[in-house]
Protein backbone atom coordinates (compact mmCIF):
# COMPACT_ATOMS: atom_id res chain seq x y z
CA UNK A 1 0.00 0.00 0.00
CA UNK A 2 2.65 2.48 0.76
CA UNK A 3 4.23 1.56 -2.56
CA UNK A 4 1.07 3.03 -4.50
CA UNK A 5 1.09 5.95 -2.20
CA UNK A 6 4.87 6.80 -2.37
CA UNK A 7 3.89 6.34 -6.96
CA UNK A 8 0.51 8.49 -6.40
CA UNK A 9 3.03 11.25 -4.65
CA UNK A 10 5.71 11.08 -7.41
CA UNK A 11 2.83 11.57 -10.03
CA UNK A 12 1.39 14.43 -7.64
CA UNK A 13 4.68 16.03 -7.14
CA UNK A 14 5.24 16.04 -10.72
CA UNK A 15 2.11 18.39 -11.05
CA UNK A 16 2.88 20.70 -8.33
CA UNK A 17 6.36 20.95 -9.69
CA UNK A 18 5.35 21.22 -13.45
CA UNK A 19 2.64 24.11 -12.31
CA UNK A 20 4.51 25.91 -9.58
CA UNK A 21 2.04 27.88 -7.57
CA UNK A 22 -0.93 27.18 -9.44
CA UNK A 23 -1.61 23.61 -8.62
CA UNK A 24 -4.39 22.23 -10.95
CA UNK A 25 -7.14 20.20 -9.40
CA UNK A 26 -6.92 16.39 -9.43
CA UNK A 27 -9.62 15.08 -11.51
CA UNK A 28 -9.09 10.67 -11.80
CA UNK A 29 -6.70 8.40 -11.85
CA UNK A 30 -6.32 6.31 -14.62
CA UNK A 31 -5.11 3.09 -14.40
CA UNK A 32 -4.12 0.83 -17.63
CA UNK A 33 -3.65 -2.83 -17.85
CA UNK A 34 -0.99 -4.54 -18.65
CA UNK A 35 -0.13 -5.45 -22.56
CA UNK A 36 2.59 -6.90 -23.91
CA UNK A 37 5.57 -6.31 -22.98
CA UNK A 38 4.32 -3.54 -20.90
CA UNK A 39 2.96 -3.28 -17.43
CA UNK A 40 0.18 -1.78 -15.90
CA UNK A 41 0.75 1.63 -15.29
CA UNK A 42 -0.80 4.36 -12.74
CA UNK A 43 -1.81 7.67 -14.21
CA UNK A 44 -2.82 11.14 -12.49
CA UNK A 45 -4.56 13.57 -14.61
CA UNK A 46 -5.58 16.99 -13.67
CA UNK A 47 -8.36 19.61 -14.45
CA UNK A 48 -6.41 21.34 -16.87
CA UNK A 49 -5.53 18.53 -18.84
CA UNK A 50 -2.07 17.63 -17.76
CA UNK A 51 -1.71 13.76 -17.15
CA UNK A 52 1.14 12.10 -15.77
CA UNK A 53 2.31 8.41 -15.47
CA UNK A 54 4.41 5.55 -13.73
CA UNK A 55 4.55 2.12 -14.24
CA UNK A 56 3.02 -0.03 -10.86
CA UNK A 57 3.40 -3.17 -9.85
CA UNK A 58 0.40 -6.17 -10.00
CA UNK A 59 1.07 -6.78 -6.14
CA UNK A 60 0.97 -3.40 -5.45
CA UNK A 61 -2.43 -2.86 -6.71
CA UNK A 62 -3.33 -5.98 -5.12
CA UNK A 63 -2.70 -4.39 -1.83
CA UNK A 64 -4.93 -1.26 -2.37
CA UNK A 65 -7.49 -3.73 -3.68
CA UNK A 66 -7.49 -5.46 -0.27
CA UNK A 67 -7.19 -2.84 1.73
CA UNK A 68 -10.53 -0.86 -0.17
CA UNK A 69 -11.66 -4.22 -0.52
CA UNK A 70 -12.34 -2.79 -4.42
CA UNK A 71 -12.09 -5.75 -6.61
CA UNK A 72 -13.39 -4.03 -10.23
CA UNK A 73 -11.61 -1.63 -11.93
CA UNK A 74 -14.11 1.31 -11.11
CA UNK A 75 -13.68 1.31 -7.30
CA UNK A 76 -10.35 0.38 -7.42
CA UNK A 77 -9.64 3.73 -9.44
CA UNK A 78 -12.56 5.55 -6.98
CA UNK A 79 -10.33 4.21 -4.24
CA UNK A 80 -6.99 5.26 -5.46
CA UNK A 81 -8.76 8.69 -6.39
CA UNK A 82 -9.87 9.04 -2.49
CA UNK A 83 -6.34 8.04 -1.40
CA UNK A 84 -4.71 10.77 -4.17
CA UNK A 85 -6.91 13.89 -3.53
CA UNK A 86 -6.01 13.26 0.38
CA UNK A 87 -2.20 13.20 -0.26
CA UNK A 88 -2.35 16.05 -2.73
CA UNK A 89 -3.82 18.44 -0.23
CA UNK A 90 -1.60 17.76 2.31
CA UNK A 91 1.21 18.02 -1.20
CA UNK A 92 -0.31 21.20 -2.00
CA UNK A 93 -0.37 22.98 1.28
CA UNK A 94 3.45 22.09 1.93
CA UNK A 95 4.38 23.24 -1.66
CA UNK A 96 2.72 26.37 -0.88
CA UNK A 97 4.28 27.12 2.41
CA UNK A 98 7.65 26.08 0.39
CA UNK A 99 7.10 28.72 -2.33
CA UNK A 100 6.52 31.48 0.09
CA UNK A 101 9.47 30.22 1.74
CA UNK A 102 11.84 30.08 -0.93
CA UNK A 103 9.99 33.64 -1.96
CA UNK A 104 11.01 35.07 1.10
CA UNK A 105 14.55 33.50 1.27
CA UNK A 106 15.11 35.03 -2.57
CA UNK A 107 13.81 38.05 -1.49
CA UNK A 108 16.53 38.71 1.00
CA UNK A 109 19.20 37.39 -1.21
CA UNK A 110 18.50 40.04 -3.65
CA UNK A 111 18.35 42.50 -1.25
CA UNK A 112 21.22 41.84 0.14
CA UNK A 113 23.40 41.40 -2.83
CA UNK A 114 21.69 44.08 -4.11
CA UNK A 115 23.45 46.16 -0.94
CA UNK A 116 26.55 45.12 -1.31
CA UNK A 117 26.58 46.18 -4.79
CA UNK A 118 25.85 49.45 -3.52
CA UNK A 119 28.51 49.37 -1.11
CA UNK A 120 31.34 48.17 -4.02
CA UNK A 121 29.97 51.33 -6.69
CA UNK A 122 30.79 53.53 -3.44
CA UNK A 123 34.54 52.81 -2.23
CA UNK A 124 35.12 55.88 -0.41
CA UNK A 125 31.90 55.07 2.00
CA UNK A 126 32.72 51.40 3.01
CA UNK A 127 36.48 51.07 1.44
CA UNK A 128 36.46 47.33 3.18
CA UNK A 129 33.32 45.84 2.16
CA UNK A 130 32.69 42.18 1.82
CA UNK A 131 33.82 39.79 -0.97
CA UNK A 132 31.37 40.44 -3.03
CA UNK A 133 32.96 38.67 -5.75
CA UNK A 134 32.45 34.70 -3.69
CA UNK A 135 28.96 35.71 -2.71
CA UNK A 136 28.05 36.44 -6.55
CA UNK A 137 29.29 33.49 -7.57
CA UNK A 138 27.62 31.56 -5.34
CA UNK A 139 24.20 33.13 -6.20
CA UNK A 140 25.56 32.18 -9.71
CA UNK A 141 25.80 28.40 -9.19
CA UNK A 142 22.51 28.71 -7.02
CA UNK A 143 20.87 29.85 -10.44
CA UNK A 144 22.67 27.39 -12.43
CA UNK A 145 21.70 24.86 -10.34
CA UNK A 146 18.11 25.73 -10.59
CA UNK A 147 17.95 26.04 -14.50
CA UNK A 148 19.08 22.54 -14.54
CA UNK A 149 17.19 20.92 -12.16
CA UNK A 150 13.65 22.62 -14.23
CA UNK A 151 15.85 21.52 -17.93
CA UNK A 152 16.03 17.79 -16.04
CA UNK A 153 12.25 18.06 -14.74
CA UNK A 154 11.01 19.92 -18.42
CA UNK A 155 13.12 16.72 -19.98
CA UNK A 156 11.85 14.32 -17.80
CA UNK A 157 7.83 15.13 -18.88
CA UNK A 158 8.93 15.43 -22.54
CA UNK A 159 10.50 11.84 -22.45
CA UNK A 160 7.42 10.66 -20.72
CA UNK A 161 4.74 12.41 -23.11
CA UNK A 162 6.61 10.80 -26.01
CA UNK A 163 6.15 7.13 -24.85
CA UNK A 164 2.50 7.73 -24.30
CA UNK A 165 2.46 9.27 -27.54
CA UNK A 166 4.40 6.47 -29.54
CA UNK A 167 2.70 3.61 -27.35
CA UNK A 168 -0.83 4.45 -27.48
CA UNK A 169 -1.03 7.22 -30.49
CA UNK A 170 -2.85 10.65 -29.69
CA UNK A 171 -6.45 9.11 -29.95
CA UNK A 172 -5.61 7.40 -26.51
CA UNK A 173 -4.81 10.77 -24.90
CA UNK A 174 -7.64 12.47 -23.15
CA UNK A 175 -5.08 15.67 -23.77
CA UNK A 176 -5.25 15.36 -27.16
CA UNK A 177 -4.50 18.37 -29.56
CA UNK A 178 -1.62 20.78 -29.09
CA UNK A 179 -1.05 22.81 -25.86
CA UNK A 180 -2.52 25.99 -27.55
CA UNK A 181 -5.83 23.81 -28.52
CA UNK A 182 -6.16 22.45 -25.58
CA UNK A 183 -5.97 25.90 -23.61
CA UNK A 184 -8.44 27.40 -26.25
CA UNK A 185 -10.81 24.85 -25.87
CA UNK A 186 -10.66 25.58 -22.01
CA UNK A 187 -11.17 29.33 -22.62
CA UNK A 188 -14.34 28.73 -24.80
CA UNK A 189 -15.86 26.17 -22.09
CA UNK A 190 -14.99 28.35 -19.50
CA UNK A 191 -16.59 31.43 -20.84
CA UNK A 192 -19.73 29.36 -21.29
CA UNK A 193 -20.23 27.91 -17.64
CA UNK A 194 -22.23 29.79 -15.25
CA UNK A 195 -19.97 30.96 -12.14
CA UNK A 196 -21.09 27.66 -9.84
CA UNK A 197 -19.94 25.37 -12.56
CA UNK A 198 -16.65 27.53 -12.93
CA UNK A 199 -16.13 27.40 -9.74
CA UNK A 200 -17.23 23.66 -9.47
CA UNK A 201 -14.85 22.40 -12.20
CA UNK A 202 -11.68 24.26 -11.16
CA UNK A 203 -12.27 22.69 -7.47
CA UNK A 204 -13.02 19.48 -8.52
CA UNK A 205 -12.60 19.03 -12.21
CA UNK A 206 -16.38 18.68 -13.07
CA UNK A 207 -19.11 20.25 -12.72
CA UNK A 208 -22.70 19.89 -13.19
CA UNK A 209 -25.51 20.18 -16.04
CA UNK A 210 -29.20 20.01 -15.97
CA UNK A 211 -30.87 18.09 -18.55
CA UNK A 212 -33.12 20.44 -19.86
CA UNK A 213 -35.80 18.03 -20.88
CA UNK A 214 -35.70 15.72 -18.06
CA UNK A 215 -34.31 17.90 -15.36
CA UNK A 216 -32.00 15.11 -14.58
CA UNK A 217 -28.60 16.26 -13.41
CA UNK A 218 -25.76 14.85 -15.42
CA UNK A 219 -22.07 15.59 -13.81
CA UNK A 220 -19.65 16.40 -16.84
CA UNK A 221 -15.86 15.19 -15.55
CA UNK A 222 -12.58 16.70 -17.09
CA UNK A 223 -12.09 13.98 -19.71
CA UNK A 224 -12.97 13.41 -23.81
CA UNK A 225 -15.03 10.17 -23.20
CA UNK A 226 -16.98 8.40 -20.72
CA UNK A 227 -17.12 11.48 -18.96
CA UNK A 228 -20.50 11.91 -17.48
CA UNK A 229 -21.99 10.53 -15.15
CA UNK A 230 -26.02 10.67 -13.81
CA UNK A 231 -26.13 11.85 -10.64
CA UNK A 232 -29.39 11.27 -8.38
CA UNK A 233 -30.81 14.39 -6.12
CA UNK A 234 -27.68 13.27 -3.51
CA UNK A 235 -25.19 13.29 -5.75
CA UNK A 236 -24.62 9.59 -5.80
CA UNK A 237 -23.67 7.99 -9.46
CA UNK A 238 -26.79 6.44 -11.25
CA UNK A 239 -25.18 5.54 -14.17
CA UNK A 240 -22.45 6.84 -16.59
CA UNK A 241 -23.34 8.18 -20.33
CA UNK A 242 -20.81 8.44 -23.31
CA UNK A 243 -20.77 10.87 -25.87
CA UNK A 244 -18.61 13.23 -27.69
CA UNK A 245 -18.97 15.40 -30.76
CA UNK A 246 -17.45 13.61 -34.22
CA UNK A 247 -13.71 14.58 -35.03
CA UNK A 248 -10.71 14.74 -33.18
CA UNK A 249 -11.54 17.40 -30.43
CA UNK A 250 -9.86 18.73 -27.44
CA UNK A 251 -11.32 18.07 -23.88
CA UNK A 252 -12.41 21.90 -23.50
CA UNK A 253 -14.64 21.57 -26.93
CA UNK A 254 -16.03 18.40 -25.86
CA UNK A 255 -17.25 19.55 -22.68
CA UNK A 256 -19.11 22.19 -23.70
CA UNK A 257 -20.61 20.26 -26.44
CA UNK A 258 -21.46 17.82 -24.12
CA UNK A 259 -23.09 19.82 -21.57
CA UNK A 260 -25.07 22.09 -24.76
CA UNK A 261 -26.15 18.50 -25.60
CA UNK A 262 -27.50 17.90 -22.37
CA UNK A 263 -29.07 21.13 -21.92
CA UNK A 264 -30.71 21.61 -25.35
CA UNK A 265 -31.43 18.47 -27.04
CA UNK A 266 -30.64 15.90 -23.71
CA UNK A 267 -33.21 13.15 -25.55
CA UNK A 268 -31.25 13.20 -28.81
CA UNK A 269 -27.85 12.86 -27.17
CA UNK A 270 -29.33 10.17 -24.82
CA UNK A 271 -30.21 8.44 -27.95
CA UNK A 272 -26.98 8.29 -29.46
CA UNK A 273 -25.28 7.71 -25.90
CA UNK A 274 -23.85 4.17 -24.28
CA UNK A 275 -24.79 3.97 -20.80
CA UNK A 276 -22.08 2.33 -18.79
CA UNK B 1 -20.21 42.48 -34.80
CA UNK B 2 -21.60 38.94 -34.20
CA UNK B 3 -19.45 36.13 -34.13
CA UNK B 4 -20.05 32.01 -35.42
CA UNK B 5 -17.63 29.75 -33.40
CA UNK B 6 -16.64 26.88 -34.94
CA UNK B 7 -15.24 24.03 -32.61
CA UNK B 8 -12.42 22.07 -34.62
CA UNK B 9 -8.95 20.72 -33.94
CA UNK B 10 -7.47 23.70 -33.01
CA UNK B 11 -9.89 24.60 -30.53
CA UNK B 12 -12.46 26.82 -32.11
CA UNK B 13 -12.02 29.04 -35.17
CA UNK B 14 -13.88 32.03 -35.16
CA UNK B 15 -15.81 33.87 -37.66
CA UNK B 16 -16.51 37.56 -37.10
CA UNK B 17 -19.21 39.50 -39.35
CA UNK B 18 -20.29 42.96 -38.97
CA UNK B 19 -24.51 43.01 -39.44
CA UNK B 20 -24.36 45.84 -40.92
CA UNK B 21 -22.18 44.27 -43.92
CA UNK B 22 -24.79 42.90 -46.60
CA UNK B 23 -22.00 40.61 -47.82
CA UNK B 24 -20.68 39.50 -44.75
CA UNK B 25 -24.11 38.57 -43.37
CA UNK B 26 -24.59 36.59 -46.72
CA UNK B 27 -21.09 35.06 -46.03
CA UNK B 28 -21.89 34.02 -42.29
CA UNK B 29 -25.20 32.62 -43.58
CA UNK B 30 -23.52 30.70 -46.17
CA UNK B 31 -21.27 29.28 -43.70
CA UNK B 32 -24.31 28.48 -41.17
CA UNK B 33 -26.15 26.72 -44.37
CA UNK B 34 -23.21 24.70 -45.05
CA UNK B 35 -22.14 23.91 -41.10
CA UNK B 36 -25.11 22.27 -40.46
CA UNK B 37 -25.82 20.34 -43.71
CA UNK B 38 -22.81 19.03 -42.06
CA UNK B 39 -24.55 18.07 -39.33
CA UNK B 40 -23.46 20.90 -37.14
CA UNK B 41 -25.39 22.17 -34.85
CA UNK B 42 -25.73 25.79 -34.23
CA UNK B 43 -25.89 26.78 -30.33
CA UNK B 44 -26.92 30.62 -29.77
CA UNK B 45 -24.88 30.93 -26.52
CA UNK B 46 -26.29 33.01 -23.71
CA UNK B 47 -22.53 34.20 -22.90
CA UNK B 48 -23.22 33.82 -18.81
CA UNK B 49 -23.43 29.77 -18.77
CA UNK B 50 -27.21 29.27 -18.68
CA UNK B 51 -28.01 27.50 -21.09
CA UNK B 52 -28.11 29.18 -24.57
CA UNK B 53 -30.89 28.09 -27.53
CA UNK B 54 -31.00 25.65 -30.72
CA UNK B 55 -31.02 27.65 -33.62
CA UNK B 56 -32.51 26.10 -36.50
CA UNK B 57 -32.56 28.92 -39.03
CA UNK B 58 -29.54 31.63 -39.67
CA UNK B 59 -30.61 34.71 -37.54
CA UNK B 60 -27.54 37.72 -38.27
CA UNK B 61 -28.86 39.15 -34.65
CA UNK B 62 -27.26 36.17 -32.29
CA UNK B 63 -24.32 37.74 -31.19
CA UNK B 64 -22.51 34.43 -30.54
CA UNK B 65 -23.45 31.11 -32.21
CA UNK B 66 -21.75 28.20 -31.50
CA UNK B 67 -21.50 24.95 -33.97
CA UNK B 68 -21.10 21.66 -32.58
CA UNK B 69 -20.22 18.69 -34.65
CA UNK B 70 -22.14 16.05 -34.95
CA UNK B 71 -22.47 13.34 -32.15
CA UNK B 72 -21.51 9.91 -31.62
CA UNK B 73 -21.44 7.14 -28.91
CA UNK B 74 -18.72 6.00 -27.13
Known amino acids: ?276 | MAVQIVMDRTGDTRHEFDVADPEGVARAEERFRQLTGKGFRAVALSGDGSPGKLVGKFDPHVEQTLFIPQLQGG
Open chain 1, 1 to 276: MERVRNLLRVLLGRALSQHGQEAPALSNILIERASGRFEPRLGAYFANGYCTWAPVRPADCYAVCERYAAWDLTSLRRALLCEAQEIYARMCAEHLAEVGRTRERRGMAAALLDRLRRRTRSPARDPVGEPEPAREEADATHLRGETQHRLRHWWAQQSDDCARYALFGTGFSADIGSKRAQERGIRLLMENLSAAQRKQYEKYGYFDVTGGKTGKRYRIRHGRQMNIEQIDRNGRRVCGWCFFPQGSLVAGDIMLAQKAAIELFESDALRIANRF
